[in-house]
Nanobody, 116 residues
Framework: QVQLVESGGGLVQAGGSLTLSCAAS????????MGWYRQAPGKQRELVAG???????NYADSVKGRFAISRDNAKNMVYLQMNSLNPEDTAVYYC??????????WGQGTQVTVSS
């Protein structure tokens, strides 16, 4: 079993920055892919950024150049640095782990609100 706990959400003005953290514990194996998703009210959950165990990253077009995902494998931590935030980034952000391409885990989510 894997547990994911997000932190770092909050209220920020447009143009500001936030860093989200995700602490993973439990049966974390090598070869996992970690990611951040978000869900705004009335919208589907969408991928924001992902990072493989080898450090390869991918981003949604809407956040490229503004957000950066990183991980510390020794600490089982994943981070999402978010810059130049705008109101359209307002959502609940979820940490995601995919273990051995089979087992999928989610955190409880953290609210990010960007005021205009």
């Amino acid at each position: 079993q894997v547990q994911l706990v997000e932190s770092g959400g909050g209220l920020v003005q447009a143009g500001g920055s936030l860093t989200l953290s995700c602490a993973a514990s439990g049966s974390i194996f090598s070869g996992n892919t970690m990611g951040w998703y978000r869900q705004a009210p009335g919208k589907q959950r969408e991928l924001v950024a992902g990072i493989t165990s080898g450090g390869r990253t991918n981003y949604a077009d809407s956040v490229k150049g503004r957000f950066a995902i990183s991980r510390d494998n020794a600490k089982n931590m994943v981070y999402l640095q978010m810059n130049s935030l705008n109101p359209e980034d307002t959502a609940v952000y979820y940490c995601n782990a995919v273990i051995r391409s089979t087992y999928v885990y989610w955190g409880q989510g953290t609210q990010v609100t960007v005021s205009s």
